[in-house]
C-alpha cells in the first residue's frame, strides 16, 4: 500500500479523547510498518507533535483501527493503539473506552455495520483484550446523529448519546481482578490494590503520597519527586500484575485517591502512567468503581459508597458516573455514557520518518 495518495481516515472525538480511525486495509498489515505509519501521522516523537495530527497530548494521540469481525458474537473489530507522544512508540498493550464510544459511529460511517432506524446498538470486539463490549448509537433514518442533549464532563456543550456496556470484564487484561490474589499490596512502603476491572490499575491513598487528592493535573506533573516515586512504583507493580516489563508500556495506570470533594463517590487523580489526565479514562473509571466496592482495598474506606447501582467517580474536570450492575461480590455488567462526534473525513498525509 501507498501512501502517496492519501491514506483515509475518520478523526474522532470519543468521549474526552480524540482518535485517527482508519479500516485495517487502508493500513500496512505488518504490525512493524503500521507503528511506523503511525508515528509519522501523530508526528512523534515529538513533544507538539508539531508535524502531525496528534495533539502533543496522549489523550489526543491515539488510533482506533476497525475491520469486520473476526468473531461470531461480534459486529465490528477494534484495536486500540496508543501512540506515544514524545517517544518512538506505539502500543496495543491497553484497551480505550473512551475511544470505543467513536467505534460504533465510525463503524457506521464506514459502512462495516448497517444502520438501523433509530437506534443502532453494535457489538465490538476489542481485539486489545478479547472483550465485548456493546455501543448503542443514535440512528435516525438510518444515519449516525451527532447533536443531541447528552453531556458529559470534560466536553463542551452537548451531543448524541453514546450508551457503553461491558459485561464481565473482570481481569480483561490481567487474567483477575485482583492479579496478586489479594486486595491490599505493599510496595516501596505504601499500600496499594492493584486491580483490573477492564484497566490495570493501581489504587494508591493521595495522603500516603503527601497529597490532598486535589492537585490539579498541571501541578502534579510538576512535582518531579512524586512522578519518581510513582514510577517506581509502577515499575514494580507492572511484574505483580502478569504485565511483565512495563517500563515501555501505558499499563498500568496510577490512581490518587481521596475521598470525595463533591457529590461524587471518590476523588481521582490519574498518572496515565507519565502524563496526568484532565479527566478519567472510562475502562480506569470502571476499575476505580470496582475498587471501591472491594472489600479490603485501599479504595473502600475512602468511597462514600453509593445506595443503588450509580457510581459518581470525581476526577478534574468534573465527574464520571458509572453503573454497576452487581450479583453478590461479583460485578456482571458495568455501564457508561459517553458522546462521540466525527471532526473530519479525509486523507492523511504523513510527515517523514524521523526513527531511522
Ligand atoms: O480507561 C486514557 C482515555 C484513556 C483511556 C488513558 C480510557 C479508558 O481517557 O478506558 O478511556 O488512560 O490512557 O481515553
Redesign the pocket.
Known sequence: MSDEGGIPCLWMR????KAAVFLASDLPSDDMARDKLLLRIMGSPDPRQIDGIGGGD??CS?VAILSPPSRADADVDYLFL?VSVDQPRVTAA???????AAVGPAAIERGLVAAEDRETTLRIHMCNTGEIAQATVQTPDGRVRYDGRAEIDGVPASHAPVQLLFNNIAGAVCGAMLPTGQPLDEINGVACTLIDH??PVVLLRAADLGLSGQESPDALEAMDSIKAQIESIRLQAGPLMGLGDVRDK?IP?MALLAPPAGDGIIATR?F?PHRV?K?????????VAAGCVTPGSIAQPLAALPQGSSFQIEHPTGMTEVFLEREGARIRAAGLLRTARKLMDGQLFPGPDRTG
Open positions: 470519543g468521549g474526552t479523547s496522549p489523550l491515539k496508543q491497553q484497551p480505550c473506552g473512551n475511544i470505543l477492564g484497566m501505558s495506570k490519574f496515565i489526565h479527566g478519567i479514562g472510562v475502562l480506569a473509571a470502571v476499575s
